[in-house]
């Protein structure tokens, strides 16, 4: 098949999948939103592990949502694979892991995929149409999952990352909520990407001392629930606390409670991403991880890429990212010690004096 072939295809049925975490599937959707704008009367369906789809909820380029348990065997998965069975015109693969190129070949004649570098992406190659390689580690993961559409799309839009869609807070927060309040995201999944809650509590500290109200986010996990009570444990039995607002919101009141912020300051992490998409004025902190990969996608940002690798200060439309200035940074792995568990030195060491300073700088304007 030619890629002028290609070109002329009206796909009428479409499924993208992305078998990752939340933050992943959000970055998928600049590549959702380019395929409803060049096939608009398409169905579009997302494909993607079960607890990850719900940061789609209400996007409007979304027809159905499919999960799939991320543990399942293909004996569990049966009913699923016999729904699936060449359902789709054509299939979007925004993951290079084998189940997703498996549910690809399951599910579409026509099949776009990334695709690793090295003997793994052999056969993977050999089952698309059209492959996306993974081997230069420079392009951000928008960039790469709009490359999916280059057959079929010559000039390709400016990435959109689409947040979900705004949902009314819970009726206790919102009689307390006042306009325009801070939200800091306090835990991370992963230890490595974790700001010390010390951090966290001077600088919550900090700001409720200048008068800004300060809410505190966070997933209903207990290890979430776990970060967040540490860290208000370190503010001592002061007054003036933040609101603990975590576990309490769902993503589409996520986005509205961080559209109307001043201020948000988090880690690398989902919320962040979301931070980015809703235009909220932001603080990315962060440490081992490349920011030209992963940086939270500046609202409006540009067609190009937005971050280098490695600068002590990028400033890009609503999004300022921080990063620490030991020559280590970033090793794109899993901290100092290379496990989820791990210390991020550079994390340890990235002062409460800097983020307060861009904080301020922020809200003078705010």
Same mark, same amino acid.
């Given at each position: 098949?030619?890629?002028?072939?290609?070109?002329?295809?009206?796909?009428?049925?479409?499924?993208?999948?992305?078998?990752?975490?939340?933050?992943?599937?959000?970055?998928?959707? *600049? /590549? $959702? %939103?380019?395929?409803?704008?060049?096939?608009?009367? =398409?169905? +579009?369906?997302?494909?993607?592990?079960?607890?990850? @789809?719900?940061?789609?909820?209400?996007?409007?380029?979304?027809?159905?949502?499919?999960?799939?348990?991320?543990?399942?065997?293909?004996?569990?998965?049966? *009913? /699923? $694979? %016999?729904?699936?069975?060449?359902?789709?015109?054509? =299939?979007? +693969?925004?993951?290079?892991?084998?189940?997703?190129? @498996?549910?690809?070949?399951?599910?579409?004649?026509?099949?776009?995929?990334?695709?690793?570098?090295?003997?793994?992406?052999?056969?993977?190659?050999?089952?698309?149409?059209?492959?996306?390689?993974?081997?230069?580690?420079?392009?951000?993961?928008?960039?790469?999952?709009?490359?999916?559409?280059?057959?079929?799309?010559?000039?390709?839009?400016?990435?959109?990352?689409?947040?979900?869609?705004?949902?009314?807070?819970?009726?206790?927060?919102?009689?307390?909520?006042?306009?325009?309040?801070?939200?800091?995201?306090?835990?991370?999944?992963?230890?490595?990407?974790?700001?010390?809650?010390?951090?966290?509590?001077?600088?919550?500290?900090?700001?409720?001392?200048?008068?800004?109200?300060?809410?505190?986010?966070?997933?209903?996990?207990?290890?979430?629930?776990?970060?967040?009570?540490?860290?208000?444990?370190?503010?001592?039995?002061?007054?003036?606390?933040?609101?603990?607002?975590?576990?309490?919101?769902?993503?589409?009141?996520?986005?509205?409670?961080?559209?109307?912020?001043?201020?948000?300051?988090?880690?690398?992490?989902?919320?962040?991403?979301?931070?980015?998409?809703?235009?909220?004025?932001?603080?990315?902190?962060?440490?081992?991880?490349?920011?030209?990969?992963?940086?939270?996608?500046?609202?409006?940002?540009?067609?190009?890429?937005?971050?280098?690798?490695?600068?002590?200060?990028?400033?890009?439309?609503?999004?300022?990212?921080?990063?620490?200035?030991?020559?280590?940074?970033?090793?794109?792995?899993?901290?100092?010690?290379?496990?989820?568990?791990?210390?991020?030195?550079?994390?340890?060491?990235?002062?409460?004096?800097?983020?307060?300073?861009?904080?301020?700088?922020?809200?003078?304007?705010?």
């Amino acid at each position: 098949m030619t890629q002028r072939q290609n070109a002329a295809e009206a796909f009428s049925r479409i499924v993208v999948i992305v078998t990752r975490q939340i933050g992943d599937v959000l970055l998928t959707t *600049p /590549l $959702i %939103r380019a395929t409803r704008e060049r096939w608009p009367r =398409a169905r +579009i369906d997302v494909l993607g592990f079960a607890g990850t @789809l719900s940061i789609l909820a209400g996007n409007p380029d979304v027809d159905e949502c499919i999960e799939v348990q991320a543990g399942a065997g293909w004996r569990q998965s049966w *009913p /699923l $694979i %016999r729904r699936l069975w060449r359902s789709y015109d054509l =299939a979007l +693969i925004a993951q290079y892991t084998d189940r997703a190129h @498996l549910y690809g070949w399951l599910s579409a004649r026509v099949r776009s995929g990334q695709v690793p570098a090295g003997p793994e992406g052999r056969w993977k190659r050999a089952m698309l149409h059209h492959a996306v390689d993974l081997d230069d580690h420079q392009s951000h993961v928008v960039l790469e999952k709009l490359r999916l559409l280059s057959p079929w799309v010559t000039a390709m839009p400016g990435p959109e990352v689409v947040p979900p869609q705004a949902a009314p807070l819970p009726e206790e927060l919102a009689a307390i909520l006042g306009s325009r309040p801070v939200v800091l995201h306090v835990p991370s999944l992963v230890n490595y990407k974790q700001w010390p809650l010390p951090s966290y509590a001077t600088l919550a500290r900090a700001l409720l001392e200048m008068g800004w109200q300060v809410v505190l986010t966070g997933g209903p996990s207990r290890e979430d629930r776990a970060i967040v009570t540490r860290m208000l444990a370190l503010m001592g039995d002061a007054a003036n606390l933040p609101i603990d607002a975590c576990g309490q919101l769902n993503f589409n009141q996520m986005s509205t409670l961080l559209s109307g912020a001043a201020l948000y300051v988090g880690p690398d992490t989902s919320v962040t991403h979301l931070a980015a998409a809703c235009g909220t004025p932001l603080i990315a902190l962060f440490g081992p991880i490349n920011p030209q990969l992963w940086g939270p996608w500046p609202r409006g940002g540009p067609a190009e890429q937005p971050y280098a690798s490695n600068a002590y200060r990028q400033s890009r439309s609503n999004v300022i990212l921080l990063q620490s200035d030991l020559s280590c940074v970033p090793c794109n792995g899993a901290g100092c010690d290379k496990h989820p568990g791990s210390r991020s030195e550079c994390l340890e060491t990235m002062t409460v004096e800097r983020v307060v300073a861009e904080a301020l700088q922020i809200l003078r304007t705010a």
